[in-house]
């Protein structure tokens, strides 16, 4: 905005310094043990003041986990996805993305294609939650329960990670989580490097033990 209107002679041109934000994220990688086990113990019943009865949304509740893990979407993105933008024969879903108000095409596995085959109802949004509350309503108490630390966003951090672990450019890798700059991803990648092949402090104290004796 301050670009545009010193543009226009508005104001006098302002450089203004970026806050400083960290180049990595402190949030840790989603477990596969823990997304298993998150998804194994889904119940198919729930119980309100009635008693127990049948969860009928336990099938959106698998499909959200495993499609989260799988696409490293945002939940807001996710949410957002409805039936005209899912395309089972292509397996391809199209996502629209708010930062820069462009579509997304994301290719899907033939497991998320079964999964979506098999819900009941193929109109209008693919999840019943509108809003990330809906999602948290179910998955907190689930964790709690469980007594593991997982969320929706993890899975994000987990997928970036898995692509540099996999040697996949960024470039590239930055397409299936739909980052905009590559360079964000960065952010999202845990990498622990392995040692330099050959690169020791033996090397330096190679002899020192003797001299030291001598001394």
């Known amino acids: ?23 990595k994220s402190s949030r840790d990688p989603a477990r596969d043990d823990d997304l298993a086990l998150l998804i194994a113990n889904l119940e198919t019943q729930r119980t309100n003041k009635r008693g127990r009865k049948k ?3 336990v099938a959106y509740k698998r499909l959200f986990l495993a499609m989260v893990y799988e696409t490293g979407l945002r939940i807001g993105h996710l949410l957002s996805v409805d039936w005209p933008n899912i395309d089972l024969e292509a397996r391809r879903v199209r996502v629209r993305i708010g930062k820069s108000d462009e579509m997304a095409s994301i290719e899907i596995s033939p497991v998320i294609v079964v999964m979506l085959a098999n819900l009941p109802v193929k109109i209008g949004r693919l999840f019943p939650w509108s809003i990330n509350r809906g999602v948290y309503g179910w998955l907190k108490p689930l964790t709690d329960k469980l007594g593991i630390y997982c969320t929706p966003h993890m899975s994000r ?26 360079r964000s991803l960065h952010r999202y990648q845990h990498v622990r490097p392995d040692a330099i092949p050959g690169r020791s402090p033996g090397t330096l104290l190679k002899g020192t033990s003797n001299n030291s004796a001598a001394d």
């Open 55 to 57: 969860d009928v949304q």
């Open 157 to 182: 951090h987990k997928l970036a990670t898995d692509a540099d672990a996999a040697n996949i450019p960024d470039k590239r890798a930055a397409l299936f989580g739909v980052w905009q700059d590559p």
């Open 1 to 23: 905005m301050l670009h545009y209107a010193a543009a226009q002679k508005w104001c006098e041109y302002q450089r203004i310094e970026k806050f400083w934000v960290s180049r």
